[in-house]
């Protein structure tokens, strides 16, 4: 890593980098044991291959892998080695793997033994296949019983597993190329993984509806193979696909919009940090703060005051974010929380409120949890909150809000937050969870209409498991899912991310976003025992701040011919027009095109704003 590895990432921990494997038209890079960015003639096929263990609460084991040997050969490649989890008491699992890969097949095969017993919520293969390009596409797949349908990738996001029972699927990657993706050993089910914001369809190993966690037992070895198998009539021998040029062209779309406020959440744990940062609060300027109140964590009259002090600071509108107990009558609930409001003297423009226990997600084949019916729920909210606007939706992600569809016509604004880290924590799959967010936009709008919409607090630190009785420590500040602290929220990476979230969702008009706290592991300035300066400002308040400046904005869509590296946006008001370019990855980027009046080299990660002239808008450009 280079000395500003820090300034990057948050961390000076390198991400170990993939090796390169080839067999003719058909490559993947090797990681940790397992398979990414496979593609065949330079189109991508799958986004992975990965054979993962995961414990009770669903986090992923990170395995010691030994005995690795890699043989590359002209148009083949073989991968052999031996992966260790170390589970509770003592208890471990050992895989031995293979890999092949020939010119048109792909073989990956594994043997999971446990010499004590080993507890999982999942012990198997897990594939991925890309959205972009694929979503709403053409697909058969095989059954366990042999039979074949005709079906599609799902295109709006499915709340259930779109396909179940499965041997095989195979789809089309260009003309006259296919892909099969076989998988022996169990049965395997697809779920939508758009609903968590990851970027890919994911198939995996054993049913939902069976029981979790199971165990292993002794000394019974547990055998799984998936084979990727490339059907190629296309007639062309060598590797065919054209050089991209390294400089990324930047055209004008015609969408255009307004660009969204920008909210702030406080926290009862955070509110005399914030109240001490108030200077701050003022210079980013946010149009909404999204307070947060949850009876069940103890939060009462107190938090409450200290929110009516930072709104007394802050010049725009508030929000109270309330998780209802719901262990007696929710009205009772609400007119109580109403009660300390009133003698708090807060009086908030909006109130969100959600059931507490919504907040965990409730899998295919679980039993719904004892909750009041919604229709109760915001009707309790109205009576305690007269004239105040009520929003419903979800504390937690879009997957609870795909499963658990509130009733529209009770609420005055829809909401629900997004984790980009609930499945996988490297760099890469982090960045390619932006690649999800207009779905997710567009489901949204597909059940909800033009309702009002806000998406928020979205971190890359996990606040809330909702698949888990925890969020996983990360004392040593690694990469890791479901983290309740991310060291790459320290480093301009969060800054891109954060940036490149908003260009992602601007299609769904949304009416609020919010991507942090002012304090706190969530924050735009450090606190203490961070390993920055405290009270400094991490890269994420720059894009923070330049967001709220640029409410109520008009935006114009600019195109990327790769949009995972670079995305742009124009905004511009009476005083004029910018250029907005992010570079989402840690390498120099070129950007080039009619949106620009030169070539621009952007560094890692790094953002740019560039004044459009009126002279700069060329024939038939659309106008902001």
């Known amino acids: 890593m280079t000395a500003d590895a820090f300034q990057l990432y948050g961390t000076r921990t390198a991400e170990r980098p993939p090796v390169r494997l080839t067999a003719g038209k058909l490559t993947a890079n090797l990681a940790d044991g397992n398979l990414r960015t496979i593609r065949y003639d330079g189109v991508e096929v799958l986004r992975a291959i990965s054979y993962l263990v995961r414990d009770r609460d669903w986090g992923t084991y990170s395995p010691e892998i030994t005995d690795l040997r890699i043989e590359q050969g002209e148009d083949r490649f073989e991968v052999a080695y031996l992966a260790r989890c170390q589970g509770p008491d003592t208890t471990t699992l050992v895989i031995d793997v293979r890999i092949s890969g020939h010119q048109n097949r792909l073989d990956f095969e594994a ?6 017993g080993f507890e999982t919520n999942r012990c198997g293969f897990c594939i991925l296949h890309p959205i972009v390009g694929v979503a709403g596409s053409p697909a058969a797949v095989e059954y366990v019983d042999g039979q074949i349908a005709a079906t599609r990738f799902p295109n709006v996001i499915e709340p259930w597993q779109p396909f179940k029972n499965m041997r095989a699927i195979t789809h089309q990657i260009m003309p006259a190329v296919s892909a099969e993706c076989r998988m022996e050993g169990d049965t395997f089910e697809m779920e939508d993984q758009r609903n968590w914001s990851d970027a890919s369809y994911k198939t995996y190993v054993r049913p939902l509806a069976l029981p979790w966690p199971y165990q292993i037992s002794a000394n019974q070895p547990v055998r799984q193979k998936t084979s990727l198998i490339i059907s190629d009539i296309s007639r062309s021998v060598a590797p065919s696909a054209a050089t991209q040029s390294s400089v990324i062209r930047l055209e004008l779309g015609t969408r255009t919009g307004t660009m969204p406020d920008i909210g702030v959440i406080v926290t009862p744990e955070e509110a005399e940090a914030t109240l001490a940062a108030g200077s701050l609060l003022s210079e980013i300027a946010p149009r909404e703060l999204l307070f947060h ?27 109270l974010e309330i998780a209802l107990p719901c262990k007696s009558s929710p009205a009772v609930e609400a007119a109580e929380i109403a009660r300390q409001m009133q003698q708090a003297g807060f009086k908030p423009d909006a109130i969100l409120i959600s059931p507490s226990v919504d907040r965990q997600s409730t899998p295919p084949g679980s039993k719904w949890p004892d909750c009041p019916p919604l229709e109760e729920v915001y009707a309790a909210a109205r009576a305690a909150f007269p004239g105040i606007r009520i929003g419903g939706g979800m504390l937690s992600y879009f ?9 529209a016509d009770e609420i005055d604004f829809v909401s629900h937050c997004t984790n980009p880290i609930v499945h996988a ?19 949204v709008r597909a059940i909800y209409g033009d309702k009002p919409y806000r998406i928020g607090p979205s971190t890359i630190a996990m606040r809330q498991n909702p698949y888990g009785s925890r969020t996983m420590d990360n004392p040593s500040g690694g990469r890791i899912p479901m983290a309740n602290r991310d060291p790459r929220h320290n480093g301009r990476f969060a800054e891109a991310f954060a940036f490149g979230y908003a260009i992602r969702v601007l299609e769904a008009g949304l009416e609020c ?29 720059n894009t923070v701040r330049t967001l709220s400046a640029l409410a109520g904005a008009s935006w114009q869509e600019c195109l990327s011919s790769s949009p995972s590296e670079v995305l742009s946006f124009v905004a511009g008001d009476a005083a004029g027009a910018r250029l907005y370019v992010v570079n989402l990855t840690g390498e120099e980027q070129r950007g080039g095109g009619s949106a620009l009046a030169e070539e621009v080299r952007l560094g890692p990660f790094a953002t740019v704003a560039l004044p459009l002239e009126q002279d700069d808008f060329r024939p038939g450009w659309p106008k902001i």
């Open 111 to 116: 043997e999971a033994r446990s010499g004590t």
């Open 293 to 319: 109140f949850d009876p069940n964590a103890g939060h009462g009259p107190d938090a409450l005051k200290n929110f009516a002090a930072i709104a007394a600071l802050h010049h725009g509108r508030s929000t």
């Open 399 to 407: 997957t609870e809000l795909n499963r658990k569809r509130v009733p």
């Open 425 to 443: 924590a490297d760099d890469l799959s982090v960045m390619q969870t932006l690649e999800a967010l207009p779905f997710i936009t567009r489901s």
């Open 513 to 541: 976003l919010t991507l942090s706290a002012l304090t706190g592991p969530f924050g735009l300035i450090a606190g203490p025992d961070e390993p920055v300066e405290q009270g400094g400002r991490r890269p994420l308040f």
